[in-house]
């Protein structure tokens, strides 16, 4: 989902420069792939990637014959990468992130990486940390690019879709947890049965957006059986003043959700799963809240902290009494919301950069 999200501005550049070329979506996940159809419906084609067995690989790239191949983020495909080399296709690295965590895993097939590193045309990093651990693999040059995810402009209907929430839940003031992982849920609610805020009225909502939509179910079970009352985005019955939780449980509507909010916490982040994308909050002018576990944005965080766009907390306390502390202060949260606004245009040109880049490779074959 989150590399498919992350192309949107590459695929309105590909279209823009290149209309004569098919684009090929391919996937791993069927959330990832209905992403793509929501954010592109039939402007593109999609597929799920094949197992990465040569036969497979060599099928795949008989049928669809790629004038190139883009890789989002960190995905090294060995044979993917040895049959475009040897049917000269260029394939590029783009947008390239790597944790330690991940250089790690890769550091334990060091001549298989450095092979399938090296046979690629070109690669992207978004930050020198980055490159500097993709260097440490074996790549012999890596462009420090930014990150495109700077470069997605929030899609005028989310956030129509927004104040139609807004409206909704009235004057109530919203806390949203977005895209939270299995455990993080738990914790965040028993914070705030501990500090009152789920219990007295007039209460703020709690919007809560699992990151899977296979636990859409679970956590809403989860919260009733803590005490709260609740509502689902997919059951279509009013957000009444009683309401304390409403489940997102709905795909493809995080900007709509984020334009909803007061104040947004950043999931992924309280437990060690190295958080989720907090760009997208700070893009919309939401203060941002993160947990200790930062490593998937560790420059994006440093940096939106640093610029007073985010706040980090320690724990599920911390974070329920960071946000009643926000909630509070209305010029506080409308100076942390500028500040994120500020941050991401700073950071923005990513995907012009890329694009001189791959023009390299596709520039003769448009003509």
């Not at 090294?76 to 790690?104: D, G, Q, T, Y």
């Not at 020198?128 to 651990?133: I, K, M, P």
């Not at 139609?164 to 947890?177: Q, Y």
């Not at 985010?310 to 010029?331: F, G, I, K, M």
């Amino acid at each position: 989902v989150g590399e498919t999200r992350a192309a949107q501005p590459l695929v309105a550049a590909l279209r823009n420069r290149y209309p004569g070329h098919r684009i090929l979506f391919t996937h791993m996940t069927p959330t990832g792939r209905q992403t793509s159809s929501d954010l592109f419906g039939d402007g593109v084609e999609r597929i799920y990637l094949p197992y990465d067995c040569p036969f497979a690989v060599g099928r795949f790239l008989s049928r669809f014959r790629p004038a190139a191949g883009l890789v989002m983020e960190t995905e090294i495909w060995p044979n993917l990468v040895a049959a475009c080399r040897a049917r000269a296709i260029p394939l590029l690295l783009v947008n390239a992130r790597l944790s330690e965590r991940s250089a790690r895993r890769y550091a334990r097939f060091p001549s298989l990486t450095r092979q399938a590193l090296e046979g690629l045309a070109g690669i992207t990093a978004q930050t020198e940390e980055d490159a500097a651990r993709l260097r440490a693999l074996g790549t012999p040059e890596v462009a420090v690019l930014g990150s495109m995810k700077f470069d997605i402009e929030p899609p005028g209907e989310q956030l129509a879709l927004g104040r139609e929430f807004r409206a909704r839940i009235g004057d109530r003031p919203v806390f949203l947890c977005a895209s939270t992982r299995e455990g993080e849920e738990a914790l965040i609610l028993d914070a705030l049965k501990v500090s009152g805020g789920g219990t007295a009225a007039p209460a703020p909502l709690l919007i809560l957006v699992p990151r899977h939509p296979q636990r859409f179910d679970e956590v809403a079970r989860l919260t009733e059986s803590k005490g709260f009352r609740v509502r689902r985005r997919s059951d279509g019955l009013p957000v009444t003043p009683e309401t304390q939780v409403w489940i997102g449980d709905s795909m493809g509507e995080m900007f709509a959700y984020y334009a909803a909010s007061d104040v947004a916490f950043v999931g992924g982040s309280l437990l060690d799963h190295g958080s989720q994308n907090l760009i997208e909050p700070a893009v919309c002018g939401v203060p941002v809240l993160v947990g200790p576990s930062i490593y998937n944005f560790a420059q994006a965080a440093r940096e939106a902290l640093a610029a007073g766009a985010a706040v980090q907390v320690a724990d599920a306390a911390e974070l329920v009494a960071e946000t009643q502390s926000l909630l509070a202060d209305e010029a506080r949260r409308h100076a942390m919301g500028k500040a994120g606004q500020t941050f991401t245009e700073r950071h923005c040109g990513a995907t012009v950069r890329t694009m001189v880049l791959i023009g390299r490779f596709l520039i003769p074959a448009a003509r």
